[in-house]
């Protein structure tokens, strides 16, 4: 066997063949022939060298650490080594000093460096073992940073949700310094902006059960701390050490050590200037770093939001409040011999005041002007109409006491205010001036402008209608006015009403009026009752008719005579009379 024929030996099948040129036309090596046994098969191709381990495992996110049964250090990868540079090959890994590393923690974190480290173990053969090092500083910074987040929006959720309601100062005040604690502080005070020279001032303080105390206090403006002063202008005190020693000073920090404290004061903004001032205050263990800070400011522009809604309705309220009495009616004055009684509901009943309206002034002869009226509209105009109407008859019946003409001087100027204002606005009433008698009886004489007819109680039970009428009151320039006097003997009443009475709409379907025959009826039988008896009667059956349902304003007003035996008591606005002699008939 040649050279050549070594060359082309085939080992796949351990046949040799020969060059195409020197073969022979056919083939000749039916027997297989084995090459010689001192001739080895050529080497297969190996391919490029393996690569190194330390290369390969330098770009792993994690760290490796392989150890064999003994704990000994066999294999540290470059990750591992910059991570953990106390641990060291050929050395017991437990000796490296990296407590993590000796006991896993619960979740396989621990810091190290300022680092935070996960670490896992594996088992590999031959009892060796291989520890994964990861830094997650960054990942858990993140989620650290988004739950503190997500803690911070609830917070704020929640603040924006207990300060929607209080409508009052002081208790949205009382609300803010109870949402700071524990959560910004184990103190917390809150002064409001001062008033007439007295600033309030509320307190909550951590307890040991969680549950914040609060209480509350007034100091003089000019003995509020500087720091406090500053925040009420709208700064921020920077300077800590005066900060605690003026909150320790008014008697802010129960206990808390002045020596181991961090304070912070924040204004609460407000419309123009602040409406308060924050301080908040907490053991130097959480010292309030940027973040608390941003936060603290946060709440306190919410919380300064919340007062500022409630002191401006505050102030909206004792206005309307103020306005509102100015424009309730008046009970009617005291007279000699006359029980009165009064009945007033509103159509808005949330407003307090409408259109109707009644009461009475006192004359030099010892008489009354009395009244009763009605004017167009409903709610706050027809009640600012109301209170004009008021004014011009305060006013009048000092220069006439004549019923028809004071009803005519105050159509003229009703005219007039009307037309200076376009308004176009008018009233129905009945005015009358009282006059006790001898006998204990009263002398009425009545003047109507548009309105509905008076009724008499007469002390045998009989419902009289006094037949007076007339024309509206502000709407021409000569009205014609109608004129009536009426008797009253001791114990007979006159009673004098609003449309809102005999209009009622109630009954089965809610669309019956109630009507001037219903009310003869319910009058029928109480003759006896004192007046402010008769008036609520008068409203309440009314009421019962509406059964809750929308109703114009109603007003009563009963004037009945006491009779000389009478000892009226004060709430009924009488006094004594002369003895009765003789009982006059209409």
């Known amino acids: 066997m040649t050279a050549a024929d070594v060359r082309d030996w085939d080992p796949g099948d351990g046949r040799i063949s020969t060059p195409s ?338 009461g009475s002034h006192r004359l030099p002869d010892g008489g009354a002007v009395f009244f009763l009226g009605d004017v167009s509209g409903k709610g706050v105009e027809a009640a600012v109409f109301t209170g004009q109407l008021r004014q011009c008859l305060q006013a009048l019946h000092r220069v006439e006491s004549h019923p028809a003409r004071l009803l005519r001087l105050l159509n003229d100027a009703l005219l007039e205010t009307t037309l200076a204002h376009g308004q176009g606005r008018f009233a129905t009433m009945v005015l009358g001036v009282v006059r006790p008698r001898r006998d204990g009886g009263l002398t009425l004489a009545m003047s109507g402008g548009g309105h509905l007819p008076p009724l008499v109680l007469r002390s045998s039970g009989e419902v009289e209608t006094v037949a007076l009428r007339g024309m509206l009151i502000g709407v021409v320039p000569d009205p014609r006015i109608g004129e009536v006097t009426v008797e009253l003997a001791p114990g007979e009443t006159c009673l004098l009403y609003s449309d809102g009475v005999t209009e009622a709409r109630g009954g089965r379907r809610g669309d019956e009026q109630f009507g001037a025959d219903r009310l003869l009826h319910a009058l029928g039988g109480c003759h006896r009752m004192p007046a402010p008896a008769l008036a609520e009667r008068v409203e309440q059956v009314t009421c019962d008719w509406l059964a809750h349902g929308d109703h114009d304003d109603i007003a009563v007003l009963a004037l009945r005579a006491t009779g000389p035996q009478s000892r009226p008591a004060r709430h009924l606005h009488a006094v004594p009379t002369l003895p009765e002699t003789t009982r006059p008939r209409p």
Do not use: M
Request: glycine share 8%; proline share 9%.
């Open 21 to 358: 040129a020197a073969r022979a036309p056919v083939w000749s090596a039916d027997v297989p022939v084995r090459p010689p046994a001192a001739l080895p098969p050529l080497a297969p191709d190996r391919g490029p060298p393996a690569p190194d381990w330390a290369e390969v495992v330098e770009h792993f996110r994690e760290g490796l650490i392989v150890c064999d049964a003994d704990g000994v250090v066999r294999q540290l990868s470059p990750v591992a080594e910059r991570l953990l540079p106390e641990v060291t090959v050929g050395e017991l890994l437990a000796a490296s000093g990296v407590a993590g590393l000796r006991t896993p923690p619960v979740g396989g974190e621990f810091g190290h460096r300022g680092r935070r480290l996960r670490v896992r173990e594996v088992p590999l053969s031959a009892a060796r073992s291989c520890h994964y090092v990861e830094d997650v500083t960054e990942s858990v910074t993140r989620a650290d940073a988004l739950l503190a987040e997500r803690a911070r929006s609830a917070f704020l959720a929640v603040v924006g949700e207990k300060l929607g309601n209080p409508l009052h100062p002081d208790r949205a005040a009382a609300a803010v310094v109870r949402l700071a604690v524990p959560a910004l502080a184990e103190v917390a005070v809150l002064v409001l902006a001062p008033r007439s020279g007295r600033a309030r001032w509320w307190r909550a303080a951590r307890t040991d059960d969680e549950t914040p105390s609060v209480d509350s206090g007034v100091l003089d403006a000019v003995d509020l701390p500087a720091a406090i002063d500053e925040g009420l202008a709208g700064g921020e005190p920077h300077t800590l050490d005066w900060l605690v020693e003026q909150a320790v000073e008014a008697g802010w920090l129960p206990g808390l050590d002045a020596v181991d404290v961090s304070v912070r004061v924040v204004p609460l903004p407000g419309r123009d200037l602040p409406a308060g001032a924050l301080l908040v205050a907490r053991r130097s263990a959480r010292y309030y770093d940027e973040a608390d800070v941003d936060l603290v400011r946060a709440f306190a522009a919410r919380a300064g939001a919340a007062l500022t809604t409630a002191v401006l309705y505050r102030d909206q309220a004792e206005v309307a409040d103020t306005l509102q009495a100015s424009l309730l009616p008046v009970e009617p004055a005291e007279v000699p011999g006359v029980q009165w009684g009064t009945a007033y509901r509103p159509a808005q009943a949330g407003l307090r005041i409408g259109g109707d309206f009644y």
